[in-house]
């Protein structure tokens, strides 16, 4: 169907809907929430540009962006493909895109071979390898079975430091706390919440994820907030309509997860906080940011109630905002975010200070009390008008974004 006979339809419906309902009324609440028709018409407009350059040999990343920053309609994939885009885990060249996925997802599943099977798993199954192997080689002959043996330091009982079995048990402790975590993820969502194999099998997806990034990154190990920013990500992915890739949603979130956090790892690590690249100097260029475009925020902020950034702004800034907003909110705002041409650091500082912005008439008034609640549990606001405010402050200051 043609775009213009898809728009003409959605008009005559909507025509239907308001001689039904008589004047006096709103037929764009009906059936579509607060969607007005231009947004309807729209989104359509951006499916169809987003399908047609999917369908391209070559794909037009700086297109893919500027249609991505102003939303990825919902359904049929698009947005998961975006975001793989986006994080440069799929190539321009659609010719390759097989090839990159069979060869990211084996390195995967190699990794959860290696990294999270018990030693004595992990040993069987090369055991397995090595026999099926030699009977290849030798032919399907005969003969008495090779006893595996297990060196003292494989042995579960060693308590030497180079022990896999030493290793394995140090992140027992790392995968109960990401267990804990799992199970308050969206409690609202079926995805992640509940008893049903779905959702335990998503939850089993993520804890694979975390628990391998734990294990792959040391120095940072595993971060309570790290689920939630995990989250969007495997939803998006499993929700695929390609089968195919649906399915392989864990290995993708994996990739795509370690992506995204290369941009703001270090606003995990403790060590790094007062450094240029820690999460202090962030705030510091989040504050310098409200003052170019609000000096008499800024100062009732930091001097006036001495509500600090570091006081509502770490959990923003270290969760990518994943804590603030409903679900369909933070898929949106990520759009812009993994869509800005200056990077994720970027625009996630220019939301930060828009949402300041946006509230400036209640933090004029409010103490610090009033403010702190205000800003660490902030209320709900049009999506749409929020991402423009932050689009349409001034030059960056931050000077940090990182290219993914």
Not at 64 to 89: E, F, H, Q, S
Not at 200 to 205: G, Y
């Amino acid at each position: 169907m043609s775009m213009n006979l898809m728009i003409w339809v959605l008009m005559i419906q909507l025509g239907i809907k308001w001689m039904l309902l008589g004047p006096g009324r709103d037929p764009i609440k009906i059936g579509l929430g607060q969607v007005s028709v231009m947004d309807v018409i729209a989104a359509e407009e951006k499916r169809s540009d987003l399908e047609h350059e999917f369908s391209q040999k070559e794909i037009n990343l700086e297109k893919v962006k500027r249609i991505a920053n102003m939303g990825v309609p919902d359904g049929g994939g698009l947005r998961a493909t975006a975001w793989k885009l986006l994080l440069c885990y799929l190539s321009p060249s659609r010719d390759v895109w097989e090839k990159e996925l069979t060869e990211n997802r084996q390195k995967y599943a190699k990794l959860k071979e290696e990294l999270l099977l018990s030693p004595s798993a992990y040993t069987r199954v090369r055991a397995d390898a090595m026999i099926s192997a030699e009977l290849s080689r030798d032919g399907d002959v005969a003969g008495p079975l090779k006893r595996q043996g297990i060196s003292h330091g494989d042995h579960p009982l060693s308590v030497g430091k180079a022990s896999a079995w030493d290793h394995y048990f140090k992140h027992t402790e790392i995968a109960e706390q990401i267990d804990r975590d799992l199970q308050r993820t969206h409690s609202d969502m079926k995805f992640f919440s509940g008893e049903s194999s779905f959702s335990k099998k998503n939850r089993e997806a993520m804890r694979n994820i975390l628990l391998l990034f734990a294990k792959l990154n040391p120095a940072i190990c595993y971060v309570q907030g790290m689920n939630e920013v995990l989250a969007p990500i495997l939803y998006v992915f499993s929700t695929d309509t390609d089968e195919q890739n649906a399915l392989n949603a864990e290995a993708d979130s994996f990739s795509c997860f370690v992506r995204l956090l290369s941009d703001s790892v270090d606003h995990f690590c403790q060590q790094l906080d007062n450094s240029p690249v820690g999460i202090l100097s962030t705030l510091s260029r989040l504050a310098k940011l409200l003052k170019e475009n609000d000096e008499e925020l800024w100062k009732h902020l930091e001097f006036t109630t001495q509500v600090k950034p570091q006081f509502y702004a770490f959990r923003w800034i270290t969760l990518l905002l994943s804590q603030e907003f409903n679900f369909q909110s933070i898929l949106r705002i990520w759009d812009s975010l993994l869509s800005n041409p200056f990077g994720v650091q970027d625009m996630l500082l220019r939301i930060c200070c828009a949402m300041l912005l946006c509230m400036k008439s209640r933090l004029l008034r409010g103490d610090f009390a009033a403010n702190l609640r205000l800003l660490q549990h902030y209320p709900d606001i049009n999506i749409e008008h929020l991402l423009q405010v932050a689009q349409d402050l001034s030059a960056d200051t931050s000077s940090c974004s990182l290219s993914l």
